[in-house]
């Protein structure tokens, strides 16, 4: 499928417009749905309890023990009960609903948002959000046509030392930046293999699976592993690579690349899982600069780390986001830097469903998209095996089927990302 080129970019026109339907009072109770409440649903549950005038009023999630035992939590701390769903659709019809959070399996990550940004709902969205590049353009579309608040979940845009080593960077303290460089040790063990069987009687499977292929369930799916399959995930590119991907690309002021590149492979491992457990990935952009990122599944005790490489000096973030910073041929580090405090992820997106200024997001959806798509781009030239050169502006592969059939995938209805949102 070709795509023609969407633009995304903010304007203030589009800001000012969506600011005319602003709340009328600061202080109005948002009630939010958390679709989605495993691990990340429960963080975000967590993370929203303490915001203030902030009510989670329903938890939605196709395994109902899961939603009963978050639900519990809520009570106990609130005296109130959520709603329970199996299907995020009833959600959606609810107009009581100011908003969403996202943190479902990635393959849903997308339809979730979108569907419910045509109802009318603002969403907080988990990385990657998107399961491939296309439906990633769809929902950037669908958060513009509707006026919608939208952010990604890369946290760390938040953080005050992150924040800082942006602002230095920015600033040219580096000079130009022409290679930034990340590590992730990602130290996993063997999923094994696990026999098909008849799904759990408190799991929906067709909900489960959403636009997915139909198939047998077996326990590798449900409920982490799903993310070392391609029908589901994304491998640990797109679980905890976009996190390591985004803060280079923010600091260097970079969008899509031209070029991409993936070796690695499911290295020391004979079990079910189809993502690699070990990668390494450069993307090369059009004025020569480039990213490079490796993904280390295997034992090391290598720290994770983002380096900047610049003309006048070198900056490493270490994993908290604490700077070594050096300049020239200096071998001494400059002195730390005071950091600006955190900024609460989840109290910036209320406060956006409240004023309608979606420039108030630290991690606005077009931004976490395109650092998703860089997880895509690489995982492509993963699949492929190939050298791929990219086109930013037609986003497509020019003259390669193989590759520009993996932006996209076949959607089983009636789960599908809709080509006209």
Request: proline share 5%; aromatic share 10%.
């Amino acid at each position: 499928m070709l795509m023609k080129r969407r633009h995304f970019l903010l304007s203030s026109a589009a800001t000012t417009a969506a600011a005319a339907t602003s709340w009328a009072q600061a202080s109005d109770r948002v009630r939010v749905a958390v679709i989605g409440v495993g691990s990340r649903g429960s963080a975000h549950i967590r993370e929203m309890l303490p915001v203030q005038n902030v009510e989670i009023a329903a938890l939605v999630d196709p395994d109902g023990n899961r939603t009963e035992q978050n639900a519990s939590v809520i009570f106990q701390k609130t005296g109130k009960r959520p709603k329970l769903e199996s299907d995020m659709r009833r959600v959606f019809e609810d107009k009581s609903i100011d908003a969403v959070t996202v943190a479902t399996t990635n393959h849903w990550h997308a339809l979730t948002a979108i569907w419910a940004m045509q109802a009318g709902k603002d969403a907080f969205v988990e990385k990657p959000v998107s399961h491939n590049i296309y439906e990633g353009i769809k929902l950037v579309e669908t958060a513009r046509k509707y006026k919608r608040m939208a952010a990604g979940c890369t946290q760390r845009r938040y953080w005050g030392r992150f924040r800082k080593a942006i602002e230095l960077l920015h600033a040219g303290v580096i000079g130009d930046i022409y290679q930034g460089n990340f590590f992730f040790p990602g130290r996993r063990d063997s999923i094994g293999f696990k026999e098909t069987k008849a799904p759990p009687n408190w799991l929906n499977w067709d909900l489960w699976l959403g636009p997915a292929p139909m198939q047998p369930y077996h326990e590798n799916l449900v409920h982490y592993n799903w993310h070392w399959f391609w029908d589901f995930g994304n491998g640990e590119l797109g679980n905890n690579g976009i996190h390591m991907i985004d803060i280079l690309r923010w600091g260097m002021r970079k969008t899509l690349p031209v070029r991409v590149h993936s070796t690695g492979g499911r290295v020391g491992m004979n079990d079910q899982g189809q993502t690699p457990n070990s990668q390494n990935v450069t993307w090369i952009y059009a004025d020569g600069a480039v990213i490079n990122g490796q993904l280390r599944g295997l034992y090391t005790n290598e720290p994770m780390r983002w380096d900047f490489f610049g003309t006048k000096g070198h900056l490493q973030l270490q994993a908290d986001g604490r700077h070594v910073l050096t300049l020239g041929r200096n071998k001494a580090p400059e002195p730390e830097p005071e950091y600006p405090a955190n900024i609460d992820h989840m109290q910036n997106f209320v406060e956006a469903v409240r004023s309608r200024d979606a420039n108030h997001i630290h991690a606005e959806i077009e931004q976490t998209f395109l650092s998703t798509a860089l997880c895509h781009l690489g995982n492509i030239a993963y699949r492929t095996g190939r050298d791929l050169r990219f086109d930013p502006t037609a986003l497509t592969f020019p003259g390669d089927a193989e590759a520009n059939r993996l932006l996209t995938r076949e959607y089983r209805a009636p789960y599908i990302v809709p080509d006209k949102v």
